[in-house]
C-alpha cells in the first residue's frame, strides 16, 4: 500500500527531475556548439584578414615590379647618367624624402629624381651616402613645366597638395586642354627637359587678374615608391 501510495507521487518528480537534467545537458552542448561556431568564426576571421594582407602584399609587389620594369627600360634623358638609390625616409609634412645616395656617388643638388612613371622631386642637399630630395608636391618648389602640345606651352609647377600640382602659365592665351601631357621643359642646368609630370584635370583664367593655370595630376605616388634614379 505504501509503495502504491508514494508512486504516484515520486513519478512526477523523477520526471521533471529527468526532463531538467537533460534540459541543462541540451543546453551545455548548445553552449559548447555555440562556442565551437564561434571559434571556428573567429579562425575564419584570422584567415580571410591574412588572405586579404597577402592579396594586398601581391598586389604592392606586382605595382613595386612594374615600376622597377619601366624604370629599366626607361632609357635616360640625353647627355644624363642614372644613379640609382632607395628610398630611407619620408616626410609628408615636409613634401621631403631621403634616399642613399649622395656626394660619393656625384649626386648633386638642384639633380632630378625620378622613377618610371616620371618626376619625384630634386635634390636639395647632400652627405656623402644620403641626399634630401624636395617632392614636386612641395608648394615651395618651382619647376619649370610645359604641356607636350604643338606649340607647347610653358609654365612654373608648384604643389597644391599630395595629390595635386598647378601649373601656372607665362603667358595668358597658352593653351591647355584637360588631358593635356605636362612634362619637364628643361629650362634648367640639371633637369632635362622632357620628364613625365602628370596631365591637365582643370584650369581657370582670370583676366582680370591675368591668371591662367591648370591643376595636374601626378604620376608619381610616393607612398608606393621604393627605389628611384638621379639624374646625373
Do not use: C
Request: negative net charge; glycine residues 10%; hydrophobic residues 45%.
Amino acid at each position: 500500500m505504501f509503495h502504491q501510495a508514494v508512486g504516484p507521487l515520486v513519478f512526477p518528480v523523477s520526471v521533471r527531475i529527468g526532463a531538467a537534467v537533460d534540459a541543462a545537458s541540451d543546453f551545455s552542448e548548445g553552449m559548447l556548439h555555440a562556442n565551437f561556431l564561434a571559434s571556428s568564426n573567429r579562425a575564419l576571421l584570422v584567415q580571410k584578414r591574412a588572405a586579404d594582407l597577402y592579396g594586398e602584399r601581391i598586389d604592392e609587389l606586382e605595382r613595386e615590379n612594374e615600376a622597377l620594369r619601366k624604370m629599366i627600360g626607361l632609357p635616360p634623358p640625353s647627355g644624363t647618367h642614372r644613379v640609382p638609390a632607395q628610398i630611407a625616409g619620408i616626410f609628408p609634412t615636409d613634401s621631403r624624402i631621403t634616399i642613399t645616395a649622395g656626394s660619393a656617388q656625384s649626386v648633386k643638388p638642384g639633380m632630378a629624381v625620378v622613377t618610371g612613371d616620371g618626376l619625384v622631386g630634386v635634390v636639395q642637399s647632400v652627405s656623402p651616402h644620403t641626399s634630401q630630395v624636395t617632392l614636386v608636391s612641395s608648394p615651395y618648389l618651382r619647376i619649370g613645366a610645359v604641356t607636350s602640345r604643338n606649340p607647347p606651352s610653358a609654365g612654373l609647377l608648384h604643389g597644391e597638395s599630395t595629390n595635386m600640382l598647378v601649373l601656372e602659365f607665362l603667358d595668358f592665351d597658352a593653351a591647355v586642354q584637360n588631358g593635356d601631357l605636362v612634362v619637364t621643359s628643361g629650362f634648367s642646368e640639371h633637369i632635362p627637359r622632357g620628364i613625365p609630370i602628370g596631365r591637365v584635370v582643370a584650369y581657370e583664367e582670370s583676366k582680370e587678374l591675368g591668371i591662367r593655370r591648370s591643376r595636374v595630376f601626378p604620376f608619381v605616388h610616393i607612398g608606393a615608391v621604393r627605389e628611384v634614379f638621379v639624374l646625373e
